[in-house]
């Protein structure tokens, strides 16, 4: 089954440290796309890639980083500089905006 | 003003009810229009895909899009407790990989 995966479910980090996220898919999308949801808020833009080797910045990129070394995989690092990381995650892929986008089915991330 | 607005709810309503949902935007190039449901700890899925002005019904939903009035609604008829989740409005206008932009979504409850 065509699909985007990601994981883990659910991750804790301490203060300080690192975290990787991972997303992967299978469609053979050309776009993906991360986003951080938190209560309120709706879907904010962190990162998006259109292409392997390329990426832009959303709305609120600082704090993390990206890199998109082969078309299925769109790896999201939330770095110590991120202050305030605790929130819901989700990677997305597309063919094309009149396709839309397919969703992971999130990663919740919490400081401890 | 923020590009797209859309009333957070809670919105509750008895089972077999019409349901109305909107958003307003201001970006007057915006002319792709969706609509995206989400569960509850799950990754938003596509619902309706709407391009230009119109309307487009699919079973017991109806999305109509008014581009003069900026402003796109989605109907559910005989809404059931399984409609019950969070509705996300999101938009673009451009028919390549731009990223969409989002409402903060709509939680919707139907009560049996």
């Known amino acids: 089954d065509g699909g985007i995966t990601q994981s883990p479910k659910y991750l804790f980090r301490k203060e300080g440290q690192n975290v990787t996220l991972s997303c992967e898919q299978n469609?053979?999308?050309?776009?993906m796309y991360w986003y951080r949801q938190d209560p309120g808020q709706g879907l904010r833009l962190i990162y998006y890639?259109?292409?392997?080797?390329?990426?832009q910045k959303g709305d609120i990129a600082e704090g993390y980083s990206v890199s998109r070394e082969k078309k299925e995989s769109f790896p999201l690092t939330v770095t110590s500089a991120q202050k305030n990381p605790t929130a819901f995650y989700l990677c997305?892929?597309?063919?094309?905006?009149?396709?839309?986008?397919?969703f992971g089915s999130g990663t919740r991330l919490t400081v401890v | 003003q923020k590009e797209v607005e859309q009333d957070p709810g809670p919105l509750s309503v008895p089972e077999g009810a019409i349901v109305s949902l909107n958003c307003t935007y201001s970006?007057?190039?915006?002319?792709?229009f969706m609509w995206y449901r989400q569960y509850s700890r799950k990754g938003p899925e596509l619902l309706m895909y709407?391009?230009?002005?119109g309307n487009k019904e699919d079973g017991r939903f109806t999305a109509q899009v008014d581009k003069s009035s900026k402003y796109i609604s989605l109907f559910i008829r005989d809404s059931q407790p399984s409609d019950s989740a969070t509705y996300l409005c999101a938009m673009s206008g451009n028919s390549g990989n731009t990223p969409l932009v989002f409402g903060k979504g709509t939680r919707l409850s139907v009560i049996a």
């Open positions: 997305a892929s597309s063919s094309g905006i009149v396709y839309g986008y397919t």
């Open positions: 469609l053979n999308h050309d776009a």
């Open positions: 709407t391009y230009s002005s």
């Open positions: 890639s259109q292409i392997v080797n390329d990426f």
């Open positions: 970006n007057s190039a915006f002319q792709y």
